[in-house]
């Protein structure tokens, strides 16, 4: 058997086409959108989010401005930061970009965003929302996988479904947007780092979202034939020869290549489905939080009516 590919892109390009006539609408009546992201200190990983999310947003007609601050500033001064970006009326949506400097409390400035700001759906009551069904926002990865899920057109009602990873942006929100009764409540088992047998779960799961950032973390024989496997984790490694030597460029510097958690060479041939690393999971995350930044814009238009 060989799998389908689950590619990103085309659903992104689909969402990307809802979402620019959302924002052209939007700026008819008088209110342009402005996407601001924070960072503090330096994080070379960060910068490439932020060229990634400026670009994108521009595309679609979001203005985007980077806000740098230095990484010896003070918890309070980060919190009265955010406070004025929530009051000022021209920024319609506000990125914290993770990590902070470990001296920081991330989770209390989480709380100190606007909820009608948080385009990465992270704010507690944003969050909360979820459990109750009635949320417009979800993080955008989590939200990525449910739209990948879609697009196989399975039924997925009582399929055995088991996420590797429980971070809170992917497999926490991941778990309670497929328990929402639109999902037809698939069973549901939440793996991490304690689970005694990781290798006795994905073995019997129908589908299978792996989100933990350890390459070749799940073996393609520890897969079930026709599963549905979606692949969120992202590694940067050595690209080897067929000794397993490092192979090298023209400068003598070793190659390096972007893989998922999953085998996935050898689980192709073993799934039904399976998103490539990268143009998975991550293009649509792209999309999803531009989505996500135009409800926010239509939050705080209707709280302005
Ligand atoms: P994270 O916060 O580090 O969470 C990783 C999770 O994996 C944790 O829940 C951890 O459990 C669990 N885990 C670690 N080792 C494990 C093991 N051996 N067996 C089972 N579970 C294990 O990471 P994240 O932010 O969720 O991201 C996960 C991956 O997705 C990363 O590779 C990241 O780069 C990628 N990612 C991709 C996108 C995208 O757009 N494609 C977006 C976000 C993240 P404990 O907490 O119990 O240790």
């Known amino acids: 058997m060989s799998a389908k590919l689950l590619e990103g892109r085309p659903l992104a390009e689909k969402i990307k086409e809802g979402v620019k006539k959302d924002i052209e609408a939007l700026k008819k009546e008088g209110f342009p959108l402005l996407l601001s992201a924070v960072q503090v200190g330096e994080n070379p990983s960060s910068r490439v989010y932020l060229k990634q999310q400026k670009k994108a947003s521009q595309e679609l007609g979001i203005d985007y401005q980077i806000k740098e601050l230095p990484s010896q500033i003070t918890q309070e001064e980060l919190v009265n930061f955010i406070e004025s970006l929530n009051q000022d009326k021209k920024i319609t949506g506000i990125i914290l970009q993770m990590p902070l400097p470990s001296h920081l409390n991330a ?107 350890k390459p070749q973390l799940i073996k393609a024989d520890s897969l079930k034939e026709g599963a549905i496997v979606i692949d969120v984790g992202i590694n940067r490694v050595p690209v080897l020869d067929e000794e397993g030597r490092p192979v090298l460029d023209e400068k003598g510097r070793p190659k390096f290549q972007i893989v998922g958690d999953v085998e996935f060479e050898k689980a192709k041939e073993i799934c039904s489905y399976i998103t490539p690393v990268p143009g998975g999971v991550g293009p649509l995350t792209t999309a999803l939080l531009l989505r996500n930044t135009v409800e926010c814009a239509k939050f705080q238009k209707t709280s302005l009516t």
């Open 107 to 213: 989770r209390q400035i989480q709380v100190k965003l606007s909820p009608l700001k948080d385009v990465e759906s992270i704010h507690p009551l944003n969050m909360g929302r979820i459990i109750y069904g009635d949320n417009k926002i979800s993080p955008p990865t989590a939200g990525a996988v449910v739209e990948l899920l879609k697009s196989t057109g399975q039924d997925l009602k009582g399929k055995e479904t088991v996420i590797v990873g429980h971070s809170e942006i992917v497999g926490k929100p991941l778990s309670l947007l497929l328990l929402q009764s639109q999902f037809s409540s698939p069973t549901i088992t939440v793996c991490h780092i304690a689970t005694q047998d990781l290798t006795f779960h994905t073995r019997r799961a129908e589908i299978l979202i792996v989100a933990v950032g």
